[in-house]
């Protein structure tokens, strides 16, 4: 079982050390894998008590319906209707998702990237992760 909440918390403290270094292509590849986690951490919290805490698929059935949304964030969102809802609602929000999830490619494909992007983008990238994790986390003390 995968425990998304410990697996966001490592994964921001490895972003802000590879920020702190300058590792900025590896920065964007794990802030991209710190979101996803987040995100799968706020789709478990909405699961009915008695659910167990797994994905849905054709052989494992855990009480609920919610299929893994894989790296893509719009479709965690849309697995979480009320924090898809709110997304919605904030333009700046969308404009930080894309940020982060596509600096350049997809923050997946990130991890075979070797060419460092200049300080603008990585700044901008740098600006939408943070004003993302932020604003996730304040709607995951609301929803």
């Known amino acids: 079982m995968e425990d998304y909440q410990g697996v966001f918390l ?15 292509v590896a920065a964007m590849h794990f802030g991209g894998v710190t979101i996803e ?6 789709i478990f919290a ?17 009480g ?5 949304p894989g790296h893509s964030f719009i479709d965690a ?8 809802y709110r997304v919605q609602q904030f ?3 969308q404009k930080w998702i894309n940020e982060v999830e596509n600096p350049s490619q997809h923050f997946i494909d990130m991890r075979y ?5 200049d300080d603008t983008n990585y700044k901008r990238w740098l600006h939408a992760y943070k004003s993302l994790i932020g604003w ?6 609301q929803l």
């Not at 490592?10 to 900025?24: F, G, I, N, V, Y």
């Not at 909405?46 to 855990?62: R, V």
């Not at 609920?64 to 893994?68: F, K, P």
């Open 136 to 141: 996730l986390e304040k709607q995951a003390t």
């Open 113 to 117: 990237c070797c060419s460092e992007p």
């Open 10 to 24: 490592e994964r921001h403290k490895d972003t802000e050390t590879l920020c702190q270094s300058k590792r900025k």
């Open 46 to 62: 909405t699961l009915p008590k008695n659910a167990t805490q797994e994905w849905k698929t054709d052989s494992n059935n855990p």
């Open 77 to 84: 969102l849309k697995r979480h209707n009320r924090l898809y």
């Open 37 to 42: 986690c987040l995100l799968k951490a706020m």
């Open 64 to 68: 609920h319906t919610i299929t893994n």
């Open 91 to 93: 333009p700046e929000v």
